[in-house]
């Protein structure tokens, strides 16, 4: 495809994510990629087709105490499985995802440190 021809391909991933809060606003994902699990705190901002989100990412070794530990709480709980393929360019991420009973997205991000270089990344 033209798109791998002009990119730094990743291999294809399979994605189980659960997330606990409001997915509308903030909330925790717990990823299991492959061996390794992910915890995100993710909180949205902006309502345009642009997101600008403040996300923080740990590893998480035992990831099913802390979601036993959440579902005790009784946190709202949503699940989604994905595939994704990912390639890079330019400092983009450029994803096309499936999600499982959803359908297929395209997902294009790039990570910045300081707010003040959020409009220069949309530019990109």
Do not use: H
Request: net charge positive.
């Amino acid at each position: 495809t033209r798109l791998s021809a002009k990119t730094e391909k990743q291999k294809e991933v399979q994605l189980n994510d659960l997330y606990f809060g409001d997915p509308q606003s903030q909330y925790l994902r717990i990823r299991q990629c492959d061996d390794l699990s992910t915890l995100s705190l993710k909180k949205k901002s902006g309502k345009s087709d642009v997101e600008a989100n403040l996300e923080l990412e740990w590893i998480l070794k035992q990831p099913q105490n802390l979601i036993r530990y959440l579902r005790m709480l009784k946190v709202p709980l949503a699940q989604k499985k994905k595939s994704s393929i990912r390639f890079l360019k330019n400092g983009l991420s450029i994803e096309l995802n499936r999600v499982y009973g959803l359908g297929s997205f395209l997902e294009i991000e790039t990570i910045v440190k300081l707010k003040s270089e959020i409009f220069g990344a949309q530019k990109k």
